[in-house]
């Protein structure tokens, strides 16, 4: 299993032809994952995030930076979001990231730069964290848990890849163990901004399953902020 490719096929990453053409760090990786077709063409096509996420935002994720570039997306959107933050940028107010960004981004913010604090490919910590998120409502119940065992059945993933999935799907979301995956500052950040991808905080439940995770990372609220700006412009960009 490549990890980076996972992500990306997991996000629905689906612009190959626009990263290849791209130069500097958004390229490279790009190159590292030999190209980017996704499960039938990414998220919007009925990949994992579109089964877990379900069509209203997936659809937004599919029109925004996140659905152009995948897992090359997050990185843009954390060093947006990190930038905007050092600079002292008001968070309501401040640019956020588009695909000429992606790029330019710095090498550490992207999601293969470095193992998990726990040693294990960080893009499989930002998987769990999002499948984590998406259950914070509670609507991924024992009946859809089954749903969507049964379309992970029918998607072709290797083994290792359906056996992260099912694992991640059945255990309780433990935010410790989210939160202990984060080795630096920027990985938290990475953590938080794919789990806000994955909630609208107007759900009690989710908005405080957002403020927890924060808090366990370690996150200031400023650059909190910052992240959920940058992960609203990343689905609806």
């Known amino acids: 299993m490549d990890p980076t490719k996972f992500l990306d096929q997991f996000l629905g990453g689906n612009s190959k032809q626009k990263l290849q053409q791209a130069g500097g760090a958004a390229k490279q990786q790009f190159d590292r994952m030999g190209g980017m077709d996704g499960f039938a063409g990414g998220a919007a096509a009925g990949g994992l995030a579109g089964l877990l996420l379900g069509n209203k935002k997936v659809r937004k994720m599919a029109g925004g930076v996140v659905g152009y ?27 956020v990231a588009t695909e000429a960004d992606m790029p330019r981004t710095e090498a550490r913010f992207l999601p293969d730069s470095a193992p998990a604090a726990t040693g294990e490919p960080f893009q499989l910590s930002l998987i769990r964290a999002m499948i984590g998120a998406a259950k914070a409502d509670g609507h991924v119940d024992a009946e859809e848990q089954k749903r969507l065992f049964e379309q992970v059945e029918r998607m072709g993933l290797d083994a290792e890849a359906k056996g992260f999935v099912f694992d991640a799907l059945a255990k309780p979301t433990d935010l410790s163990e989210v939160a202990a995956a984060a080795r630096t500052q920027e990985q938290a950040a990475e953590l938080y901004l794919v789990s ?33 700006r940058q992960a609203e412009a990343g689905l609806a960009a």
Request: net charge negative; proline share 7%; aromatic share 6%.
């Open 196 to 228: 806000r991808l994955a909630i609208d905080p107007d759900h009690p439940a989710e908005k405080a399953y957002l403020e927890a995770l924060a808090h366990r990372l370690n996150l200031p609220a400023e650059l909190a902020a910052h992240l959920d």
């Open 69 to 95: 570039g995948g897992a090359a997306a997050l990185g843009a959107l954390a060093f947006k979001a990190y930038q905007n933050w050092q600079q002292g940028k008001q968070a309501e107010s401040a640019p």
